[in-house]
């Protein structure tokens, strides 16, 4: 919303010591963000309001030589002989006589301002030398028509004026954020935002006429049928309509204050009704619409005056102003004659009652509906006016009828019907507070008179204990003083038990309790001059949540020490790519409002997300990479938890640019040596119910892992089929790991930690075994020799696995052993005596000791 | 030197032993000869040694700024790194946890009424349109703020409030708006929100506790300051501005956008169970992506769910 500053100051008066700047900060940080401030005036220098003396046609052209009088300023510029100023103009109603707008050599063409800049210079047009130009209201920046120079009121101005002055330009624009006054209707209007401008600078608000007393009557001169029915209160508190005679519509030849006016506030001139109506409604925030009141009764078959605002019926159309034909739904209010549409109440009217150049009768309505219900109409339909965007604020319906009345006195018309449908009048709401609640919530410690004023200035009646306030502040003061020991604060502290009574102002829909209240007292006064200070708190640990501490553990072992990249991807992944990794997407939430389908179904592994990174990375030459994602996932088949949503479940997922066993020594790195989980794995068996859970991965090719005994997820390589679909032509491998498995699990405990202090032993051995033979089989061998040799401690380490051919009947397994004794240094005959235990296992088992 | 002398001097006499073999009877010549071999071979090894390290030249220059020595692999450092915006998160959590405040996370699919209802939008209510959420077809919700945790903590912790104790709780998650992605905007997104409830909690200790919080994110002092703002579940509200620190190039006049805070609405406390005559409560939420992108500079939010490693590598 643009606000005006000139016209805040028109309605509030603002301290000459308070600066614009201050102004603003105030506004920002008491009423409303300010998103952006529009300096006008430096668009508008040098620009003078002229009189042209003499408008020549030039030969061949469309052009005018004109001669003008700039008054004192021509003495500034290239002036004739005759002490004028020449200037060529192409507008058809230029004429001597007239008083124009003149934009001097030098200056920027205020269209242009904030865009291209472009300067107005002396030029020669067709052999005579112009200098500047005569502007039109679209080069002012009021218009996008390109008809002709814009004419000024000779009343209003004077040659040589500034234009910036005349009308007002030397303003500042706030562009305000509508957001954070969703509740605020009142200051949807110029009046109301200036009201709280007062407040803010402690001031008492002059309520304009209009605000004095909102309960005006308008007597119904009944000299004309006319009959209004509103069908649900819900939908439209308050109707009230005036039907008068329409004076004659021509617009005004000048550029007029008005037309400006409604520029500054984002708004374009339509005719002379209209601006007056929209100016009003910029100014108390209560729209206004008027209907051709002859065939408004034509429409509705010609018998029954009668206006009947109802809800739609799914599907009943309705030309509107704009041309476009609406099909309503049940949420849209209509606004019918005698039940044939005429206005799709709140948003726009019907074609059929159109104001034009026959109209000779007007209904002038000032009604207030559910905001709801105009909340969805402008979502369905699309119409975002300023009428609309007022109206969904919830515009009170207590000052509909004095904002039409006001519309009438403006326009000088006499209404010859009036009807105000206000079956329910809304009752002023009363509020009980005190000062200790007051204090308590924000921390403060104001007065009861400094909560008073606050209230008061912006239209609060206050009372205290029943008592008008400030009789009753007059009496706490007088109960004080006599005694004279008390020290100052305490003229608070004494009235924190005071009953203070809040009666709200018509005009706030928005005050309902006691916090409503202290909030504006806390904001008026500022938030920004409560003192920050610290609750108390015991001496106890905080605690975080364990699974968020398993994450930043995973985070440290997966990136600190195993050398792989964190990532994030989204939650929502597509149809395409479940079915490219052969998950079901059935099983999937649906996003139905999704942005595209590229982010439909909640997903329900990390893994995916994470393989359709994969050929991107590969194409920005990545070829050696592992990276994971810890998230939340779900899927249908989990169910709901205890409160009837979702059950989710924290996931580690791991994408590897490498074969099986790269992956596998990550895992059991991860799970055994760094977390001290009791891990055991079995080969996923083609066609097994777990390999199901894990589509993507090959059978035979990778393992199901299992953490203390739980099914925890799987690793292995990723299906050949699978990495087709997804254009990888690389070997690469994934994990997917339930944490919350994990976190279950009971950590092995290390203890009993011994170090020998002999030397250590250093054996290597190499076994030649049947291709086929499995390599723990060996490993196993020699880890159960090594246990059972008393007082020893060792270590074995697989060194390689040699293979000469892919189809030689043997493979070398190599180790290497390293052992000491607790109690002395190994012999020679020790160590061949241990060696010599180890060969003959082996040997056992089948291998060759090479 | 002296001790190449003595092996000499031992090598010799042990030579001079071998002559002896002549005068020893035939069937003890050869373990005689066995022993005198090994004692020669040990002696001459340790001539060799002592003559070696005598060879040994003077200490070899290192290239300084090579990665490695010639014909040696080039060591390598793991290169492994955390999430920018993970990394953002655990440093929140971290100063809000030593501030007193468990933590806990906040869920990836929620329902209506924890979104609106238990936060006092009544229904239909245009503020609702304003948080542009997505929902499933069986009407669940991917949380638009992190806000949607506070009616389960309040009831989680209401016990231990009327025990006499308080409750202060912060909430980090993933959040998610329907709107276009660009530049500055991105549908999923994280928060982090935080609920204070006690018989005393006031608003100058919510101003308190986040500005401390700041002070201890940015590792200095800061001005704090406030503006008007509105949400249905505060009471009063407003949004909590910083001045920008010189970490982040702030030089004093510059104001950043936080978050947004308030005092929790009576109807949000009723709701859970708690009298919010009895008790007051503030809450606040921001956003991680935020702290992130200033901290690093970054123009574009939409690298953070990229999984582009060329982005990541630079953390």
Known sequence: ???????????????????????????????????????????????????????????????????????????????????????VCGAPNVRAGMLAVWIAPGAIVPETYGGENFKIGARKLCGYMSNGMLAGADE?????????????????????????????????????????????????GLIGFAREVAGILGQKFDEPEIYRSLEVKLQNPE??????????????????????????????????????????????????????????MLETGQPLHAFDYDKLVTVGGGSNAQIIVRAAEEGERLQL???????????????????????????????????????KRVVLESATFSLYHLRKTQMAHGIFSEAITRFTKGQPAAQALAVLKAALDEMGAKAIAVIDEYPQPEPKITVETDLKAINGLLGTEYSLKIVVDTLENVGFEVKIDGKMASKAIQDLSDEFAPQNTVPPQSEARGSQKAEIEVLSPLWRTDIHIEEDIIEEVGRLLGYDN??????????????????????????????????????????????????????????????INSISPELQCFRQQIVPSLLSKVRENLKAGYHDFAFYELNQVTSRKLGLS????????????????????????????????????????????????????????????????????????????????????????????????NLPIILDAPIIKKHDIVVSRYPAVERDLTLRVGADAPFGRFYERINQVMQAEPETIFKLEPLSIYQAEADSATKNLSFRLKFSDLRKTLAPDEISGIMERIIKEIRLAGAEVI | ?????????????????????????????????????????????????????????????????????????????????????????????????????????SRQLDDEFHMFESLNFPPGHPARDGYDTFRTEEGFIPPAHTSTMQHRILKRYRAHLEEGGQISVVVPG??????????????????????????????????????????????????????????????????????????????????????????????????????????????????????????????????????????????
């Open chain 1, 321 to 359: 102003l704009d041309g476009k034909t609406i099909e309503c739904t049940p949420d849209d209010i209509l606004i019918t004659s005698d039940n044939v549409p005429v206005a799709l109440a709140g948003a726009m009217g019907g074609k059929n009652t159109e104001i034009d150049a026959s109209t």
């Open chain 1, 642 to 737: 205890d409160d009837g949503v979702p059950e989710m479940q924290d996931h580690l997922g791991i994408v590897m640019l490498a074969d099986f066993y790269h992956l596998k020594a990550k895992v059991l790195e991860m799970l055994k040596a760094e977390l001290g989980v009791k891990v055991e794995y079995n080969v996923l068996a083609p066609g097994s119910k777990i390999a199901q859970e894990y589509p993507y991965l090959e059978p035979g090719r990778a393992i199901e892992v299992r953490v203390n005994g739980c099914s925890a997820g799987a690793c292995g390589e990723v299906e050949k089929s699978v990495r087709r679909s997804l254009k990888i032509t690389e070997m690469i491998t994934a994990a997917e790991l």
């Open chain 1, 1 to 87: 919303m643009k606000i005006s500053l000139n016209k805040i100051k028109q309605y509030a008066k603002i301290p000459p010591e308070v600066s614009d700047q201050a102004l603003v900060d105030l506004i920002g940080s008491r009423l409303v963000e300010v998103e952006e401030v529009i300096d006008l005036a430096p668009a508008y220098q040098n620009i003078f309001i002229v009189k042209v003396m003499k408008a020549a046609p030039i030969e061949g052209t469309h052009l005018h030589l004109c001669e003008i009088d700039a008054g004192a300023q021509n003495a500034n510029f290239d002036q004739l002989e005759n002490g004028l100023v020449q200037v």
């Open chain 2, 1 to 105: 030197m002296l001790e190449l002398e003595q092996w000499k001097k031992e090598l010799k006499q042990l030579n001079q032993q071998y002559a002896k073999i002549r005068e020893l009877p035939p069937e003890e010549r050869s373990e005689f000869g066995r022993k005198l071999n090994a004692q020669k071979q040990q002696i001459l090894a340790k001539i060799k040694a002592v003559q070696l390290d005598d060879a040994e030249p003077a200490v070899e220059p290192i290239d300084i700024s090579a990665p490695c020595a010639p014909n040696e692999p080039i060591p390598r450092i793991a290169r492994g790194t955390r999430h920018p915006l993970m990394v953002e998160l655990q440093n929140v959590m971290q100063i809000y946890q030593e501030m007193g405040f468990d933590v806990m996370e």
């Open chain 1, 140 to 188: 002012l920046g009021f218009s996008d028509e390109h008809k002709a120079i814009a004419e000024i009121d000779p009343s209003e101005a004077r040659p040589g004026d500034s234009f910036a002055e005349v009308f007002g330009l030397n303003d500042i624009i706030l562009d305000v954020e509508n957001k954070s006054l969703t509740h605020r209707p009142d200051c949807f």
């Open chain 1, 530 to 591: 409560i003192v920050p200070d610290l609750p108390k708190r015991p001496f106890l640990e905080a605690k975080i949540d364990p699974i968020l501490k398993l994450k930043d553990q995973l985070r440290n072992i997966l990136s600190d020490k195993l050398d792989m990249h964190e990532v994030l991807t989204y939650s929502f992944v597509s149809r395409r790519l479940l079915q490219q990794v052969e998950q079901n997407p059935e099983e999937s939430y649906k996003i």
């Open chain 2, 174 to 315: 993933r959040v998610f708006r329907n709107e276009d992605a660009d530049a500055t905007h991105e549908h999923t997104f994280y928060q982090c929100e935080g609920v204070f409830v006690s018989k005393d909690a006031t608003m100058g200790q919510m101003l308190g506790v986040l500005k401390h919080f700041f002070e201890a994110y940015y590792g200095q002092q800061l001005r704090i300051k406030t503006q008007p703002g509105y949400f249905p579940f505060t009471e009063p509200s407003c949004e909590l501005l910083i001045e920008k620190p010189a970490a982040l190039g702030g030089k004093g006049g510059d104001w950043l956008e936080m978050l947004g805070c308030g005092m929790i609405h009576p109807n949000v406390l009723k709701m859970a169970g708690i009298d919010p005559k009895e008790h007051h409560g503030f809450a606040w939420g921001g956003g991680i992506d935020r702290l992130a992108m200033l901290k690093y500079g970054l123009v574009d939010v939409r690298y953070f769910e990229s999984a582009k490693l060329s982005f990541l590598e630079e953390f």
């Open chain 1, 223 to 280: 000299k004309l049928k006319l009959a209004v029915k509103i069908e649900d209160t819900k939908l439209c508190p308050r109707y009230s309509c005036a039907v008068f005679d329409l004076q004659e519509q021509k617009p005004s030849k000048y550029l007029t204050k008005q037309v400006i006016f409604l520029n500054k506030a984002g708004m374009r001139a339509i005719s002379p009704m209209v601006d007056l109506t929209n100016i009003l």
